[in-house]
């Protein structure tokens, strides 16, 4: 095959639907996300690729088309599904990624479970990964990889193709030298990112983190580095860096290390916020609080996220503000991703248990202070929720960027609202006017909220202004832009902090 441009990401790029026995594709139901911008890339090349990987029982024989040619607002372009079976799915996904790597690269060494990690496994899926993209990549092409469940993916490809221009993007934390080097297999994933051209985090900590690991076992030079721009050094972030390495040499070859924030579609989210629906919506939501203030928390239901935390802190301060009962309420929007971990559902049952408990304890016949939403909710319902809400309220432990900070933020077109933010979450660099918190000190979590409570309307407007600034201009196309343009090398070098687009 010929593609100038193949992009290695786990899912498909649409929805498929059955339509009377035939499989349609179709633009997933809401473009929110980083798929349509990856996408709207396929049209500046002459033939662009997909690689993902689809279910199957038996890969001999997948019962449905390796490889698809699809037609789209963003041109044409090939998919091409990799058939993996339930229990390959299991080993590479679940277990290896989401049981040994995630706790690593989010800083939970105590949830690190080594045992069940089948290593051949992860090696032949990521191999199996990089004999398609080698496959359908024309000579010299660009091949841009996500996420650390295909780590192994560069180093396979640069053996089988030494042409290509190689790009690896980590949607996670990359962690300090000290807790990668729990994994194993880091030496042999560190030299295959290191056979990339460009590696790309989103915050310049998380590339100084890897430098570092890099350094830890491998004979690697720092060649380059610059001062990070103000715009992304937010002064009270605990995340927050100086200055940052960007060009590194090893085994006589020059790799970029590149740091690009990964933002929202700012004008999508702005339109649907605008729209006579959405506002008739957050309006019916205000009117059902009365007078009350409206607390807002969104997010995957995960570990990393620090719902239980942040569920102590608002038990605290119904506990110490008896005036407050009655007249706040958290909406928590917790939704399970994945339906068969073990991990994720005691998470669940442990957030219903509290929230029960809290309920239980304060509220009344005509008074509940949590909803706990476990189902996904149509992001049209979201957008409505983040117009309604006094204040977000977003406290992961750990968190590669959070996008939910951001879609709160572009959401309020009418520039009010109050962005409580975790100083652990990679947005922290970029969104210092929000009130940011160390979801590790009862005491810093407790007056965040308390103070967001209570802010005057001058000061909401003030901050929100400024956030709503950093997040129009860098946004997802800016991201997508900036870690292109990396591999373009010296020539196009951009600073870690680059000027507003
Ligand atoms: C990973 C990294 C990094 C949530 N609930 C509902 C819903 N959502 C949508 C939000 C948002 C997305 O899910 C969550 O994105 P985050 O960035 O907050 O978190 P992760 O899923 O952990 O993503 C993260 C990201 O990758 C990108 O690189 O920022 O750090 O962990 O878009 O809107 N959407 C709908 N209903 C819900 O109930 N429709």
């Known amino acids: ?32 996300g980083i798929v349509p911008t990856l996408k709207s890339f396929f049209g500046r090349f002459d033939s662009g690729a997909w690689v993902a990987w689809k279910e199957t029982e038996d890969p001999a024989n997948p019962g449905f088309e ?20 339930r229990e390959q799915v299991k080993s590479f996904y679940e277990v290896s990624s989401k049981e040994a790597f995630w706790p690593i690269l989010h800083g939970f060494k105590e949830r690190y479970n080594y045992d069940p990690v089948d290593w051949p496994t992860f090696r032949e899926v990521n191999w199996a990964f990089a004999e398609v993209a080698a496959h359908e990549a024309a000579e010299g092409a660009v091949v841009w990889v996500h996420d650390y469940n295909l780590w192994l993916v560069p180093g396979y490809l640069r053996r089988m193709r030494p042409d290509l ?21 880091r030496k042999e994933i560190m030299e295959s990112l290191l056979a990339c051209d460009v590696v790309g985090f989103h915050i310049p900590r998380y590339v100084a983190n890897f430098v570092s690991a890099a350094r830890s076992m491998l004979d690697v030079e720092v060649t380059a580095r610059q001062k990070v721009d103000k715009d992304f ?3 009270f972030s605990a995340l927050t860096e100086v200055s940052v390495p ?29 729209t006579p629906e959405t506002q008739t919506r957050a309006r019916e939501i205000r009117a059902d609080m009365g007078e009350g203030k409206l607390l807002l928390s969104v997010g995957r239901t995960d ?22 009962r009655g007249k706040v309420r958290l909406m ?50 979201l957008v409505a929720f983040y117009r309604a809400a006094d204040v977000a309220w977003i406290t992961p432990l750990a968190d590669g960027m959070n996008l939910v900070a951001k879609e709160f933020c572009a959401s309020r077109t009418d520039g009010d609202g109050v962005l409580v933010l975790s100083e652990f979450a990679g947005a922290a660099v970029e969104m210092g006017s929000a009130l940011l ?32 600034r950093v997040i129009q201009t860098y946004d997802i196309r800016f991201w997508a832009e900036h870690q292109m343009q990396a591999l373009g090398g010296d020539e196009a070098r951009l600073t870690t902090l680059p000027a507003a687009v």
């Open 437 to 468: 918190t160390n979801p590790f000190s009862n005491k810093s979590m407790d007056s965040a909220i308390e103070q967001a409570l209570a802010m005057g309307e001058a000061e909401r407007r003030d901050r929100m202004a400024a956030l709503r």
């Open 303 to 324: 570990y990393t996220k620090g719902g239980i935390d942040q569920l102590e802190s608002f038990e605290r301060l119904l506990e110490t503000n008896p005036d407050m």
């Open 165 to 185: 221009k190689i790009s690896f993007f980590h949607h996670t934390p990359f962690p300090s030298a000290d807790m990668f080097n729990v994994l194993p297999w």
């Open 1 to 32: 095959m010929s593609s100038n441009l193949v992009i290695v990401y786990h899912r498909q790029p649409y929805e498929e639907v059955d339509v009377n026995g035939t499989i349609e594709f179709r633009e997933n139901k809401s473009p929110n």
């Open 233 to 235: 050094a937010a002064e």
């Open 66 to 85: 390796h490889r698809v040619e699809i037609e789209d607002d963003h041109g044409a372009y090939a998919v091409s599904r990799l058939p993996l079976t």
């Open 246 to 274: 960007y060009e590194l040499l090893f085994n006589e070859k020059k790799i970029r290390v590149q740091a690009s924030p990964v933002g929202i579609d700012f004008g999508y989210i702005t339109d649907v916020a605008n």
């Open 332 to 381: 928590h929007v917790s939704v399970p991703a994945n339906q068969n971990m073990t991990v994720y559902e005691n998470i669940q049952s442990d957030l219903e248990q509290m929230a029960g408990r809290i309920n239980g304890r304060f509220g009344s016949l005509d008074w509940q202070p949590i909803a706990l939403i476990s189902r996904a909710v149509p992001f049209t319902d």
